[in-house]
C-alpha cells in the first residue's frame, strides 16, 4: 500500500473521525483531499433519503449525533437547488432534527450552513448542511455570545448511523425515506 493510500485509510479510521475536530488531523484531512467525499457516500452512514438529498452522519462530528443533509449530485450553493431539491431537503432537515431529539435525548438543535471559502468556515465545495444537536457543554454561552465547543466522540459515526436509523424507522413522516 502506498504512503497517501495508508494516509488516507488512517484519516477514515474510527480513531481519526472521533478525534478529528480536537487535533490537527481534521485541517489535514480537509487539506489533502483529492476528489469531493461527497459525491461519494457511503450505504453504512446514510440515514435515509427523499428523492436526490440525503440525510447522513458527519464523519468528522462536532458532537455525538452530528448529522448532515446533502444533496446527491455535486452543487455548491443554495441557489443552485431545483424546486423539488428544497422540498427533498427540508423533509430530511426536519427528520434530522427530529433524530437528532429522540435519539440524542436533547431538546435543541441547531441548523448550519456556511457558503463560500474557507474564512465562512466552509471547508468542502458540496453544499452541505449541518444538523448539531444543542447541549450545554457544545454551545456555550458567554460574553454575550454563543461558540460551538468541539466535543469528545464517544460513538463513532458508523455506531451512530446504526443507532439513528433505528430511531428514524420508528418515526411516522419517516418510514418511507428510510433505508
Same mark, same amino acid.
Given at each position: 500500500m502506498k504512503k497517501d493510500d495508508t494516509n488516507k485509510k488512517h484519516a477514515y479510521s474510527e480513531e481519526a473521525q472521533k478525534n478529528a475536530r480536537k487535533s490537527h488531523w481534521y485541517s489535514d484531512i480537509a487539506s489533502s *483531499?483529492?476528489?469531493?467525499?461527497?459525491?461519494?457516500?457511503k450505504e453504512k452512514y446514510i440515514i435515509a433519503e427523499s428523492g436526490d438529498?440525503?440525510?447522513?452522519?458527519?464523519l468528522f462530528p462536532y458532537i455525538d449525533g452530528h448529522?448532515?443533509?446533502?444533496?446527491?449530485?455535486?452543487?455548491?450553493?443554495?441557489?443552485d437547488f431545483s424546486?423539488?431539491?428544497?422540498?427533498?431537503?427540508?423533509?430530511?432537515?426536519?427528520?434530522?432534527?427530529?433524530?437528532?431529539?429522540?435519539?440524542?435525548?436533547v431538546k435543541d438543535v441547531n441548523v448550519l450552513y456556511r457558503e463560500g471559502t474557507k474564512k465562512s468556515g466552509s471547508s468542502l465545495k458540496h453544499l452541505h448542511i449541518h444538523l448539531l444537536p444543542i447541549t450545554p457543554?457544545?454551545? *456555550?454561552?458567554?460574553?454575550?455570545?454563543?461558540s460551538?465547543?468541539?466535543?469528545?466522540?464517544?460513538?463513532?459515526p458508523v455506531e451512530m448511523a446504526k443507532r439513528l436509523r433505528s430511531v428514524a424507522a420508528e418515526?411516522?413522516?419517516a418510514k418511507k425515506a428510510c433505508r
Open positions: *483531499v483529492t476528489k469531493c467525499p461527497f459525491c461519494d457516500l438529498v440525503v440525510l447522513t452522519m458527519n448529522l448532515m443533509v446533502i444533496p446527491k449530485k455535486h452543487i455548491e450553493r443554495l441557489e424546486p423539488q431539491d428544497w422540498r427533498d431537503a427540508h423533509k430530511m432537515i426536519s427528520l434530522g432534527m427530529e433524530v437528532i431529539r429522540q435519539g440524542c435525548d457543554e457544545f454551545m *456555550v454561552y458567554e460574553n454575550f455570545r454563543f460551538y465547543n468541539f466535543c469528545d466522540i464517544e460513538v463513532a418515526i411516522p413522516f
